[in-house]
């Protein structure tokens, strides 16, 4: 990976810098649900219980990119960035070379009630015990910390006619400190408190037509103890206080005719900081989240044997990183897919990702570590049912 750094104070010229981070993981987990149907009365009950339990381990091992051997970072044309200098990768004095063990534990029961034909309640809760420990194979230092988080959730289902159903729901979930993708520990992440996600949404899900489920809704999703990375330099972790994100989705999905099938949606998202920090103001916009997304995959059957599909993904303009100073554009992607039933049993499927092969940044790190999206890329795979 090559990461632009800060251009100079001229702007015709822009740091490069490298380097190649390996990963390997290595996931057990099991899940174990009860369910039971019983009655009180005429209150009939669902209940669902259930265990999992899992261990992930993980080892780092980062590289820095050094260009000619020697320097970690070269100047390039802020227009022209790209470069034929030769690279070599080898660990720097910082670079992570770890050893991570997390183990799951959890426990959760729910109750759905249907005390009528129209109406359903819902609740639950669920335990979970989170133990990282962490070891350094530099210096052979070790972190461990230990989560024990409870989640409650609760529901309700009103059905005023049959293809129609309202609803809404209520519930809490948690994320501890550990780094990405529980990957690392440090003296820091070690103290900090598990992020907190509340959430509240109330939505319609109605079939106005058999095979075609058009769905809607509406939510608030309030998140405290949060953190992100560092506007500029994604390898440290700060602190932003809380977040709220209000939002609204619309999607179909089914056939709406005997030939033609669609899956689509809009969302609309509005994610603010609600606590200022040195790291964000109150009110700053959070990173990586959309004003706007949109999706439409139409597919089409010419014959019963063949199938073509067109799409469109797009997004609005998004930040970078929490001081709201770089934007990502936005951008609306083309994709299309040819599908052929070569026997009864066996199909083959040929997608085409960036139908146009328009130049689009896809997400961040950081302020000036940006990854752009897949150029046109075509995929093909054949599917057979046994």
């Known amino acids: 990976n090559y990461v632009p750094g800060a251009a100079t104070a001229d702007r015709a010229s822009v740091a490069l810098s490298a380097y190649n981070n390996a990963t390997e993981r290595r996931n057990l987990f099991n899940q174990t649900d009860l369910v039971t149907t019983l009655a009180t009365g005429?209150?009939?009950?669902?209940?669902?219980a259930g265990a999992e339990a899992g261990r992930q381990v993980t080892d780092n091992f980062r590289n820095t990119g050094y260009f000619n051997g020697a320097a970690t970072s070269i100047l390039v044309p802020f227009d022209a960035p790209r470069t034929t200098v030769p690279v070599t990768f080898r660990q720097s004095a910082t670079d992570a070379d770890n050893h991570v063990v997390a183990d799951v534990f959890a426990l959760y029961a729910q109750d759905q009630v249907e005390l009528s034909k129209s109406l359903q309640l819902l609740a639950g809760l669920r335990y979970d015990r989170f133990d990282l420990d962490y070891r350094n194979e530099r210096d052979g230092s070790e972190l461990s910390r230990a989560d024990d988080l409870v989640s409650p959730r609760a529901?309700?289902?009103f059905t005023p006619v049959a293809p129609l159903s309202l609803y809404g729901s209520w519930s809490v979930s948690w994320l501890p400190a550990s780094g990405d993708q529980f990957a690392s520990l440090t003296d820091a992440t070690k103290q900090l408190e598990p992020e907190k996600f509340t959430n509240w949404e109330a939505g319609a899900k109605w079939e106005p037509a058999a095979g075609l489920l058009v769905t809607g809704a509406v939510y608030?999703?309030?998140?405290?103890?949060?953190r992100s990375t560092d506007p500029n330099d994604p390898t440290r972790i700060v602190q932003t206080g809380s977040q709220r994100t209000s939002g609204v989705e619309v999607g179909a999905s089914g056939r709406v005719t005997r030939l033609w099938s669609v899956a689509g949606g809009y969302a609309y998202q509005d994610a603010r900081i609600t606590s200022a920090t040195a790291a964000a103001a109150?009110?700053?916009r959070v990173p990586m989240?959309?004003?706007?997304?949109?999706?439409?995959?139409?597919?089409?059957q010419l014959h019963p044997k063949v199938g073509v599909a067109i799409g469109v993904v797009a997004r609005s303009a998004m930040f970078a990183a929490i001081d709201d100073r770089v934007t990502l554009p936005g951008y609306a992607r083309l994709d299309a897919a040819v599908l052929l039933d070569l026997l009864e049993d066996l199909r083959l499927q040929v997608n085409v990702e960036n139908l146009l092969d328009r130049t689009y940044w896809a997400n961040a790190n950081s302020n000036t570590n940006i990854s752009p999206g897949s150029p046109r890329a075509v995929r093909a795979a054949v599917h057979a049912r046994f």
């Open 155 to 157: 529901g309700l289902v």
């Open 282 to 284: 109150e009110g700053a």
């Open 42 to 48: 005429s209150v009939k009950h669902r209940v669902l």
């Open 220 to 226: 608030r999703l309030d998140r405290t103890n949060t």
């Open 289 to 300: 989240v959309p004003r706007h997304t949109f999706s439409l995959w139409n597919q089409l």
